[in-house]
């Protein structure tokens, strides 16, 4: 029986040989005036092929005419690491949710699974569901008799709102290289934001370096890239690189890239 480091990782995509034009890292790189590393870019080339071509799930990136569904581009990003084993290769994660999902073969899992239907957030969201109803069968009625009772619910539910988001802060986790674990919550309040911002911790980024961690990978380099078209901002370009966000990332990275040469 083989023993647990000798398990192909599900998640991890080696190079094989390299040739002489591709050199390791000396340092962490992550990203110089959008110029990714050239294993990044090897890597890029390897997921952009694999997303013209799989068949596996349907997203409507906007691409390809007469798709069904909205419009959505993506954030995708490319770690290449080191195994314990030596190995180089890379991990591939996508920003927030892919073709409605969290979990794709391709991709490394996310930090907190919020489609967990055992999880306390799918609980805490169909109890605001049901005060959402009864708000609305009460309002059906006569108003001004049950105003107080409406009143009441709607304080419930803002209370009730208020504590699962914070709750869904401390859930979310992250190493450094040190094996250190901070919440999200900690990370902003340290950098002197009010609250994390919406979405924060489900960015491409700190999917990957979660992962790397926790399976004694050593990150080497780092790039993301947009893919498929953007309704809501001209900045997203399809098949362009981008710097990982500031507002989401920023104060996570600061930990998790703690330690890296």
Same mark, same amino acid.
């Given at each position: 029986?083989?023993?647990?480091?000798?398990?192909?990782?599900?998640?991890?995509?080696?190079?094989?040989?390299?040739?002489?034009?591709?050199?390791?890292?000396?340092?962490?790189?992550?990203?110089?005036?959008?110029?990714?590393?050239?294993?990044?870019?090897?890597?890029?080339?390897?997921?952009?092929? %694999?997303?013209?071509?799989?068949?596996?799930?349907?997203?409507?990136?906007?691409?390809?005419?007469?798709?069904?569904?909205?419009?959505?581009?993506?954030?995708?990003?490319?770690?290449?690491?080191?195994?314990?084993?030596?190995?180089?290769?890379?991990?591939?994660?996508?920003?927030?949710?892919?073709?409605?999902?969290?979990?794709?073969?391709?991709?490394?899992?996310?930090?907190?699974?919020?489609?967990?239907?055992?999880?306390?957030?799918?609980?805490?969201?169909?109890?605001?569901?049901?005060?959402?109803?009864?708000?609305?069968?009460?309002?059906?009625?006569?108003?001004?008799?049950?105003?107080?009772?409406?009143?009441?619910?709607?304080?419930?539910?803002?209370?009730?709102?208020?504590?699962?988001?914070?709750?869904?802060?401390?859930? %979310? %986790?992250?190493?450094?290289?040190?094996?250190?674990?901070?919440?999200?919550?900690?990370?902003?309040?340290?950098?002197?934001?009010?609250?994390? /911002?919406?979405?924060?911790?489900?960015?491409?980024? /700190?999917?990957?370096?979660? %992962?790397?961690?926790?399976?004694?990978?050593?990150?080497?380099?780092?790039?993301?890239?947009?893919?498929?078209?953007?309704?809501?901002?001209?900045?997203?370009?399809?098949?362009?690189?981008?710097?990982?966000?500031?507002?989401?990332?920023?104060?996570?990275?600061?930990?998790?890239?703690?330690?890296?040469?």
């Amino acid at each position: 029986m083989k023993s647990d480091n000798t398990i192909k990782d599900p998640f991890f995509n080696s190079f094989g040989e390299l040739n002489d034009e591709y050199s390791i890292p000396l340092k962490f790189d992550l990203m110089h005036n959008n110029e990714p590393h050239p294993l990044c870019l090897l890597a890029a080339e390897k997921l952009q092929r %694999y997303l013209q071509d799989q068949n596996e799930w349907n997203h409507n990136f906007g691409l390809e005419q007469d798709q069904s569904g909205s419009v959505i581009g993506k954030m995708f990003g490319l770690l290449v690491v080191q195994t314990a084993q030596n190995e180089i290769g890379y991990l591939a994660a996508f920003s927030g949710k892919l073709a409605g999902e969290n979990h794709h073969s391709k991709f490394v899992p996310p930090v907190f699974d919020s489609l967990d239907e055992k999880s306390f957030l799918n609980t805490g969201m169909k109890e605001l569901s049901r005060i959402n109803k009864e708000i609305r069968d009460l309002e059906e009625e006569k108003p001004n008799a049950y105003k107080e009772k409406i009143d009441a619910l709607k304080t419930e539910r803002k209370n009730n709102s208020a504590l699962l988001q914070q709750r869904l802060f401390d859930e %979310y %986790y992250f190493l450094n290289s040190a094996g250190e674990e901070k919440s999200l919550n900690t990370l902003f309040k340290n950098a002197e934001y009010k609250n994390p /911002p919406s979405g924060a911790g489900e960015c491409a980024g /700190p999917k990957l370096l979660q %992962y790397a961690f926790q399976h004694q990978m050593k990150p080497l380099a780092m790039a993301e890239f947009w893919w498929g078209l953007s309704p809501k901002s001209a900045t997203w370009k399809h098949g362009h690189f981008y710097a990982c966000c500031k507002e989401k990332c920023e104060p996570i990275l600061a930990h998790m890239l703690e330690g890296l040469n």
